[in-house]
């Protein structure tokens, strides 16, 4: 069984930066596949980031060029670093583990329904 646990977000001003955390506690080997995910009200969770072990990510057009995620093998967590946030940024963001079905399929790997274990969720709020 592995626990998600996310921290780090708040409120900001456009422009600015912020870097979250996901701490990953459970077996090793369901974290090889990890991905952040972010969802506002009334609309479905949206992948933007997914990570594999071997360093490999692939990045939502959406963020690409403003995110970076990387991963400390010494207490297992995930980070994502976002930079130049913007208004449309806002909402609550949640980390995930465990992706079986498609660790060798990248065109699926920014899917929600293909993770099997969830953090809590941590909110951002971008205003301008």
């Known amino acids: 069984q592995v626990q998600l646990v996310e921290s780090g977000g708040s409120s900001v001003q456009a422009g600015e930066s912020l870097t979250l955390s996901c701490e990953a506690s459970?077996?090793?080997?369901?974290?090889?596949?990890m991905a952040w995910f972010r969802q506002v009200p009334g609309k479905e969770r949206e992948g933007i980031v997914a990570?594999?072990?071997?360093?490999?990510?692939k990045y939502a057009n959406s963020v690409r060029g403003r995110v970076l995620t990387f991963k400390a093998k010494t207490n297992n967590t995930l980070y994502l670093e976002m930079n130049n946030l913007k208004v449309g940024d806002t909402a609550m963001y949640y980390c995930?583990?465990?992706?079986?079905?498609?660790?060798?399929?990248?065109?699926?790997?920014?899917?929600?329904?293909?993770?099997?274990?969830w953090g809590q969720g941590t909110q951002v709020t971008v205003s301008s």
């Open positions: 459970g077996p090793v080997r369901n974290t090889y596949c």
């Open positions: 995930a583990a465990d992706c079986p079905r498609v660790r060798n399929n990248w065109s699926l790997r920014l899917n929600a329904e293909e993770y099997t274990y």
């Open positions: 990570y594999d072990s071997d360093g490999s990510r």
